[in-house]
């Protein structure tokens, strides 16, 4: 069974302290993994697509990194805009269907 | 905006009651997905449409239901409900199956509250 482990749970940062969120996955023959940035009451909002280990994908202050057992999400000096929930998620082959099996998510506070 | 669209945002019912949930895909989307959001869950995979067809089935009760219209809109039934049903329920579609189609786009989702 798939499974996706983000750590840590909760986040509190400082405006432009930077760091970095992980997300562990056990998945036979993973098909991509993904990033979402969710605002409370809010759908999940697309970041980025990982396919391969090694891989490597960057938007403003956020940069995504994939290796065979884990992805991290590096966050580069923190405003308080990007306080939100980041979610992961796998995708492996299935005989039919494009389903994501989410992470419990990183809850991200940044601080003025 | 990720284009996909979902009524109603906000619903309250009573235990026992049915209710129906719509999304509108992105448009050329052919895919749908439906997804449940609760505290203690997370994100939960329920059901996939493609084109009008199931293609794949999680978690989802047998008192739910779904289907996708010749318009590629889509219908979430919940019926019988429960005081555990009381969740986010989000809808999500992607152009299509192959690698260009896998990214998911969510709507901003039905909250339902069962009283």
């Known amino acids: 069974e798939d499974q996706v482990t983000q750590s840590p749970e909760a986040l509190r940062l400082q405006e432009g302290e930077s760091s970095s969120l992980n997300c562990s996955y056990t998945?036979?023959?993973?098909?991509?993994l993904f990033w979402y940035r969710q605002d409370p009451g809010k759908g999940p909002e697309f970041l980025f697509t990982l396919y391969s280990a090694g891989e490597e994908k960057e938007k403003e202050r956020l940069k995504a990194t994939l290796t065979k057992k884990e992805s991290f999400l590096h966050i580069t000096a923190p405003k308080p805009e990007d306080s939100a929930t980041y979610l992961c998620?796998?995708?492996?082959?299935?005989?039919?269907?494009?389903?994501?099996?989410f992470g419990g998510g990183t809850r991200l506070m940044v601080k003025p | 905006d990720s284009g996909v669209t979902q009524t109603p945002k906000h619903l309250i019912t009573a235990t026992g009651q049915r209710v129906t949930l719509r999304c509108s895909p992105r448009?050329?989307?052919?895919?749908v997905y439906w997804y449940q959001q609760s505290l203690d869950q997370g994100l939960q995979f329920l059901i996939q449409y493609y084109n009008g067809e199931e293609r794949a089935k999680g978690n989802i009760l047998e008192r739910f239901s779904a289907q996708q219209f010749p318009d590629l809109h889509s219908e979430l039934n919940l019926s019988s409900l429960e005081l555990g049903d009381s969740a986010l329920y989000f809808c999500?579609?992607?152009?299509?199956?192959?690698?260009?189609?896998?990214?998911?786009?969510f709507g901003e989702g039905s909250w339902l509250t069962v009283v």
């Open positions: 448009s050329g989307d052919l895919s």
């Open positions: 999500a579609s992607s152009p299509g199956q192959g690698k260009a189609g896998n990214t998911i786009y």
């Open positions: 998620a796998v995708r492996r082959p299935d005989n039919a269907g494009n389903m994501l099996t």
């Open positions: 998945v036979s023959g993973l098909r991509g």
